[in-house]
Every structure is written in C-alpha cells, then in structure tokens.
C-alpha cells in the first residue's frame, strides 16, 4: 500500500486541472478495494484517509490557482480548509462525500468574504469533477454557516452552546470532529481551544450533548440477539453505520470532550482515554472498534452519476455465524461504553 501512496502523491503532484485527478480517484477505489480483505484494517484504513487527502489537498490547491490567475488574485489572508465528519477523524470509507468548511483571518480588505465565497464554489465544484458529492445535510464550505472568519466562527460557538437545542448540539458536535487538512492549521487549534472553553463555563453543556450522543442506540435485541433489517433490497442484512459504528464515534467523541482530548480520530482518541479509563477498558473498545471499521469497509457499494456510494449495509451473505458471532461481542461492548459515558456525564453534575 505504500507503494501505492508513493505512486498517487507523484500523480496528484503532475495534476493541473481537476479532470485529471478523476482517474486517480477512481484508481484508488479499484487497488485499495482489492486489498482490502489481505491489509491489516487499521493500516488500510490509514492508506484509504492518506489517499483522500491527497487528491482533496490537490484540488483546492488547484482552486486557488484558478483564482489566482483571473482579476480574483491570491488568498487576502490565512485561511484552514476543515474536514468534518468521517474526514476529520480520518475515517473515510472508499466511498465518501464532501463534508467541509473554512476558517479565515479577517483583515481590512473588504473583498475577503467574497474572495472565500468564490474559492469555496470553485473547491465544491472541483471536489464533484473528482467524485465526492457535496454532503446531503449542507456541511460544506460553500454553505455561510460553515464559511466564517475566526471572530465569527467563535460567536457562532458560543451562541450554539447558550441556546443547549438539540440542533445547536448536532453542530457542535460536527464541529468537534474538525480536522485542518490545508492551510494554517493554527486556526483550527485556536477553534478547538475555544470549543474546549465553552464546554469548561457553560452550564449544563455535557447534559445537552449527551442527549444527541445517545440518538443512535447499539443495535443488539434484548435477547442479544442481532436486529436485521427486516425488508426491502437489504433484507436480512445490518446496518452496520447506525447500528455500530456511529454511535461508537459518538460515545468516544462525548468521553473525550469530557476530558479534553482534542484528537479527532477515533482510534487516537482511545489511545489517548487509556491514562483515564485504564489499559484493560481501552484495549477492549479499540479492538471493537477495529472490527467494526472493517465490516463497514465490506459493505457494497455502488457507482451512481460519477459518484460511488454506499448504503452502510452488511448483506445477509456476510452475516455468516463467526461474523455475527464477533460483531454481536462489539455491540456488546459498545452498549457498555454508551452506559459508561451517560453514567460519566451524569455524575459530574
């Protein structure tokens, strides 16, 4: 797999438009498919990440050469391009859409927020040449909530942690998962310190964000017996992304949040809870969780209108009984670790 790194960065690197980067995403997805069952999940899970943010970097970088080249000009102040979701813990699947935002330095010149409206349509428009759709919920940086200058970024924060709504929560908990992927990345560090503060004066702030952490229940019947979708084309399958793994991400996000741990990548983000819950406890949840990322990263997926595609289902063929067997033992630590986190978050009240 390294090889294959190696031979994308020279290939990203030699790219002058967008078009050509197209077939390094398709390529991506056809070699690293097919390695997907003989890697080691946590190193091809890294490869798969390393590799979008390669072509992801390229594209914007090739943006703002368009712009640079026309009456626009160059960038009138330090910005971070930000990943989110699945991207901002560097766990992207092969398939994977676009889930972003941006961070500016404000100055004197008046042009900067159209400047910044005109990159992110021409990073939008580069991202949806190369494969990744736009995010279906509006996560992206053409969007003006998610395209803001430091100062405002910040008001945004403190005005999403007073109003405590179950909405207000939903996006600072997107907002938690941020990762820099291009440009100063000491903008993203600045919003994440200020996340951290807000969490630390305001009131009630963990109560609220327990409440949407716990949305998306373990799937395990009462019986521990595995629920199935009962119909349509995945009949007899698992969602394997609602019922396991998102509320994994959500559980360790929450933990982390309580103690301050500003990785964003789930697997570092056990690491890094070991000094807090124990090596026992930490070992247990990583190895669950390695597991759950590699049936996530089995579930078939599709090629609809240029992009591929995924409906985070296990197909009742995988579901044979050592694999049920293994994922029912996940679902049963991470109905713990959801137990764990609510008992945390109340008993600090």
Known sequence: MK??????????????????????????QIELHERLLFSNIEAWVGCVNSAHDLIIQKTVLIAESI???????????????????????????LWSDQDNGLVYVTNSNASVEVYFEQLTKAIEEGLKVVGYPPCEGGVVATNNQWCKSMEAWERMLEQWFNDASWESMRQLLIVADSRCLYGDKTLVDQLKRTFDQLVLNTQGSLDALLKNTLRHKVVLGPLGNLIREPYGE???????????????????RLICIKHGIQATSTLERIDQLTVHVGDDLSNQWRKAFLYILLLRSMTGFQ??????SSRGKLSELDLNKDVTSKLKDCLHVGQQMQKYIKKLVLNDR
């Not at 160059?74 to 813990?89: K, N, T």
């Not at 995945?234 to 360790?252: E, L, S």
């Open 3 to 28: 090889k294959i790194l190696e031979n994308l960065q020279l290939r990203t690197q030699k790219a002058t438009n967008f078009e050509e980067l197209r077939p390094l995403r398709d390529l991506i």
């Open 67 to 93: 712009l640079a080249a026309t009456e626009v000009g160059p960038a009138p102040s330090p910005y971070a391009f930000i990943l989110f979701g699945s991207g901002g813990r560097s766990e992207q699947t």
């Open 234 to 252: 995945d009949a007899g399958g698992f969602d394997i992304k609602y019922g396991a793994y998102i509320p994994f991400v959500n559980a360790i």
């Open 303 to 308: 090629l609809e209108d240029g992009y591929y």
